[in-house]
Each structure stands twice: as structure tokens, then as C-alpha cells.
């Protein structure tokens, strides 16, 4: 993988509902692995940066893990909630805070 | 509320005109970014500062040009731009270049170019 990709593109869920989407990365020369949630007409908020392989960290219903050896990372959301809707950015580093974003997963919490 | 400020939030202007995007942070960063984002797409990395330094500049044309007179402030000076240049241009700061320090970001300057 040469580019930070991520999968679906979209994603509609029922309130209560969990989730999940990927983050796929080059697990060459890895640094670190950043998530964002960016809200509309707000600015990208840093929810966890990764580094190590086998990490999970975990914010309140969302987590992440790490898979540096084949280059992915998950991000869960348990029982979502119409304030999870936004865009969920990952972005592998590349040395110096150089941040390679992925296009993002656009997910949407039906009521 | 973001603790990166931006101004202005929206700018229009003409290919001949001279302006400047600011970006201010107070957190004591010392290293700070701009990015270009345009519509459907991800960030895109332009310039990075840190302590007041140039440290990457992503072979962004010379139209755009970049300044850290201190520790809080970044601007970017705009001259001769083209209309693929209309985007949103989001200023993000960290505590430095570390790679395990998460970037803060602004709420951007929507910038039109006529």
C-alpha cells in the first residue's frame, strides 16, 4: 500500500447501533498513526494517535487498534449517537509530523 | 471553541491581489502547519514551522508564501493566485515534532479566488 486508505467512503447507522471502519497505511518506516473527527463547519478534533503495534486506546464509546506489521487500524464506535455523525480522518506520519491523510469515512447516525 | 484561531473565515479575492491568512495559537506550540484542502479531498500538507524554522515545505508553488514572525502567530501571504487555488486552508499546530503528538487544528479560511 503506498497511500493512506480508508474503507467505506460512507456509512449510515441506526442510533444505538455500533460500528467500525478501517484505516489502511504503508507499514513501512511506520511513525505513527493519527485518527481525527471532523464535524461540519468545525475543525478536526485529534481523537487518539497511535504508535506502537497491538495498542488500542479508547475515548469514552470510540477505540482504536493498530496493526503496524500489515498496516491497518480499526476505529469502533459503540452505541452511536446522532453527535458521533462527522468525518473520521486517519493520517500515517512520515517522519516530522509529516501527516499523509486518508480520504475519510463520512458516517451518519440515523435518529 | 478551537484554542487555533484563524482569520479570516472567508476571503475573495481577485488574481492580482496581495492577502494574508493568520493563524494564532497560545498553547505554547512550537511547531505549526498549513494544509490545503480541497472539496472531497483530504488535507494536504503545505508548510511545516517549527521553532519559528522552516522545516518542510511540500514544493508548494512560490505564489504562496509562508511567515512565523513569533512562536504564536503564522501567516500566509497570497499573490498572483489562480482559481485552482480556491480552497479551504486549515492552520494546525502541536507541541513540536514529535510523532506521537496530535495536531490541533483551526476552523480554516475559505479562500475564492475570482
Same mark, same amino acid.
Given at each position: 500500500i503506498l497511500n493512506v486508505e480508508q474503507s467505506p467512503q460512507s456509512l449510515h447507522v441506526q442510533e444505538g447501533d455500533s460500528t467500525n471502519f478501517t484505516c489502511s497505511f504503508p507499514s513501512s518506516n511506520f511513525y505513527a498513526l493519527h485518527w481525527y473527527r471532523w464535524e461540519t463547519a468545525k475543525s478536526p478534533e485529534a481523537l487518539f494517535v497511535m504508535t506502537l503495534n497491538g495498542d488500542e486506546k479508547k475515548k469514552g464509546r470510540i477505540s482504536a487498534t493498530l496493526n503496524t506489521k500489515e498496516g491497518y487500524s480499526y476505529l469502533y464506535i459503540k452505541g452511536? $449517537?446522532?453527535?458521533?455523525s462527522a468525518t473520521y480522518l486517519c493520517a500515517s506520519v !512520515? &517522519?516530522? $509530523?509529516k501527516l499523509v491523510f486518508g480520504q475519510g469515512t463520512r458516517l451518519t447516525i440515523n435518529p | 471553541d478551537t484554542e487555533v484561531t484563524q482569520t479570516p473565515k472567508h476571503l475573495v479575492m481577485g488574481m492580482t491581489n496581495k492577502k494574508s491568512l493568520k493563524c494564532e495559537q /497560545?498553547? &505554547? /506550540? !512550537?511547531a505549526m502547519y498549513w494544509y490545503k484542502q480541497k472539496a472531497k479531498k483530504p488535507p494536504e500538507l503545505m508548510f511545516v514551522y517549527s521553532y519559528e524554522k522552516l522545516s518542510i515545505n511540500e514544493s508548494v508553488p512560490s505564489r504562496f508564501s509562508p511567515e512565523c514572525p513569533n512562536s504564536s502567530l503564522l501567516n500566509l501571504h497570497l499573490h498572483a493566485l489562480q482559481p485552482e487555488d480556491s480552497a479551504l486552508y486549515l492552520c494546525a499546530s502541536s507541541q513540536d515534532l514529535g510523532d506521537n503528538q496530535p495536531q490541533h487544528f483551526g476552523d480554516g479560511t475559505r479562500l475564492s479566488i475570482l
Open positions: 452511536s $449517537q446522532p453527535e458521533d !512520515r &517522519g516530522a $509530523q | /497560545h498553547m &505554547g /506550540h !512550537r
